[in-house]
């Protein structure tokens, strides 16, 4: 496996999510703010948990990078459109299962079960995240499939 | 069967009579007759499950109550809580029904919405009768039916609602049913409701512990509420009210439960009130704070910033519960509506207006918190700046105003809460940080607005503020003017606009018109408009008349129903209920109204209940 293009362009293909999303954000496609919803698992300071999910979430984009790392390996081709397609199950998979169960896990994220007691401050996502906004599914797919082109193109197929 | 009355032999319930039961998802209203006739799942702006109400028997009812019309000799709320207990007398004997939806599900297996009824006799047996016909949507959608063990099932796709009974009573839908109950020996009544998820089975005897406990859980969360209150008991209710109309997944308050009931009984002012409107929430958000309910008043500013975000800085007029775009305005064919008003709509068209009056709301909200001491993090001073950068940039626009005119003019009312919000802005930028050229701009654009307000938007020959530029009429959301601060509270100014109003807007007794009656493009009339006449009290707190605040608002107490609940509009004549219900906005300016009564200086006045 390309463990060294791994450590370094796993970091590269998180971050141009990440900067994919915060652009998407910032012109108004998506609420979906990953730094703000990752980093308040750990403080409820909105200023500090962006900054704390920056570093979570390019931890997580490392872990990802792995299996995507793996999968061109046991393949042994790794091209942008593999990359691509992986980018799309990877997406459908953060969709459809991740997002939805993260209410049960997040400490200060709402449910929508939630009742008077709850002092939580995030609303749920909802199914494709689209409490965030009707285009968050879409911008979520098109900046998954970026990192996906990313490590295609990065990673060497070994 | 003879002699139990059937849902179409019903007349409609005065909207007087109804009761209000929530779990802080959705909501149901409760006639007088025991007969749930709205009901919508599973949130607040759902499908109607229940839809009596505006959608006549076909859109079905849930009634549980003595067999033949009985008189109520007591309908109340158990102190401090939501459930709600109505007693008949029903040939020398009692019958009570005790119900509530159960609000908190602590992480445990139960179902996401759970109403639990119980029936109880005393003084010897009664005959009762249990008539269930759920009907699904706008089309009225007859559920697919079978039985699971003891439960009634009832099912349309992805909703599935069961209905349990101890002692076990074989209930079909659409069929009332009959039973005998004795003393000492309740019948409990279990309606769990499942969307998108597994039906989860509930004994009736677990499900009233569960309504036992989270009663005490209301009680507790009232027992926080500020002590020196005055006319504390009408103020708890109002806040358990507001906080039972808001949806705890997002913090969001919904302006009113339902849907279409008139403004003008068999005319057409008949709105969909299921969503969020920035202004009610902002005003909850002083509401809370004034009786020291923090989470509450946190929770909404944060969910408003965070739901305008999309279409920031441009603040919507109003959003669904979890901050998406308000649905396209529809009217549902075949609807009859209460006292045959139609259309039935659903969907809200006043989501696309310009009011500018929501960005001073809003922004006030916000430095009312900063005051507290809860500084604002970078994302809420971020959305505020925009706000008020808008305002400095747009207040000489026409807008839709408070109140959601179709022809926008530029309102005084309006101007004058633009004001508020680059004020506000400013008074928030002297402990966050600001640019200079930005700080410039705001105060250019505060002493602009406040002179032109001044010359256009004031008519000496009235001693009053008016409604519109170059119009002569007056308006009652005016009466906000003495918390504003573009006038002194005590100028002539102020007090010329509030006696203008309390004198040529008045219906009668405490209560106004909010504009003259009939002004607004639309076909029919309507009735006074009961926030106006919490605001007149908060306004007249503001200007040292103390003594007549604490009259006016001990006359408007006298206006709620029984429960304690008020509607949008009264009609002078008859004292009935007009419009959604209950609102959140007369609720929220009831509170206000007391706290301004708190507030405000004097020795002579000891307002405690």
Redesign the interface.
Known sequence: MDWAGWALFGIVATAALTASMITAQMVGLTRLDLPLVLGTIVTEDPDRARVAGFFMHLAAGQGFALGYAAVFAVLHRATWWIGALLGALHVAIALTVLLPLLPGVHPRMASHRSGPASTAVLEPPGLFGLNYGVQTPAVTAVVHVIYGVVLGLLLQAR | MSGVPLAHQRSPAPITDYGLLS???TATLVGADGGIDWLCV??FDGDPLFGRLVGGPAAGAFRVGPAAPAPVVERRYRRHSATLETTWTVDGARLTLTEAMV????GRLLP?TLLVRRLSAQGGPVDAVVEFDPRLGARHRRPRVHHRGRDLVCEWGSLAVSLGCAPNLTVEPGTPTALTVTPGDPVTIVLAIAHREPLVHVEPAAAWDLLVADED??RR?AADIDVSLPFRESVVRSLLTL?LL?Y????APVAAPTTSLPEDPGGVRNWDYRYVWPRDASISVNAFLGVGKL?EA??FL??LL??S????PRLPALLTL????VPRERELPGWRGYLDSVPVRVGNAAAEQHQLDGYGWVVDAAWVLVQAGHPL???MWRAVRGFADLVARRWPEPDAGIWEVREPVQHVHSTLMGWLAVDRALRIADTHRLSERQRRRWQRARDAIATDVRLRGFDPSQASYVRGYGSSELDAALLVLPLLGVDDPGSARVRGTVDAIRDRLSAGGPLLYRYPPGRDGLPGSEGAFLPCSFWLVQALAHTGRRAEAVELFRELLGRANSLGLYGEEVDPATGAFLGNYPQTLTHAALIQAALAIRDAPSADEGARE
């Open positions: 779990d802080t998802r599973p949130r609000a908190e599900l602590d996401t859980r209301w969360w906080r808001t705890s997944p997002s913090q989470d946190n929770g944060a969910w965070h739901a975000r999309l279409q920031r979890d901050g998406r775009h993090n970078s994302e």
